[in-house]
């Protein structure tokens, strides 16, 4: 089944590269049709109040209730520093599907 993810960080350029990794690491796992983007925290309430989860950069990690106030429901956590710092996409990913309940 399709999911979104959306990352969240101070202004989107460095997440970029981890979207990359996740992706690869979602097709890996057999989950090539997930979509994963990196956004801007200031885009949160436009681009992914419809996401099934919420990934937080670390350096943003302080904005999680205000994220929260403007995706309602949608599950939201940070990504740990050291899978941030290593460019982890198999952890992101298993971040993604815990938040999910995968």
């Known amino acids: ?3 979104k993810i959306i990352l969240l960080c101070a202004g989107g350029m460095s997440t970029s590269m981890l ?3 996740m ?3 979602a097709a ?3 989950h090539a049709d997930w979509t994963i983007a ?5 885009d949160a309430k436009e681009q992914a109040s419809d996401a099934d989860c919420i990934l937080l950069g670390p350096q943003i990690r302080f904005a999680k209730d205000k994220v929260a106030a403007a995706c309602p429901g949608v599950p939201i956590d940070s990504i740990d520093m050291k899978i941030y710092g290593r ?11 815990k938040l999910m309940g995968m």
């Open 87 to 97: 460019m982890d996409g198999k952890g992101a990913i298993a971040i993604a599907k």
């Open 1 to 3: 089944m399709a999911k």
């Open 28 to 30: 890996a796992d057999g």
């Open 38 to 42: 990196a956004f801007p925290q200031a």
């Open 19 to 21: 979207v990359k990794k």
């Open 23 to 25: 992706q690869e690491a």
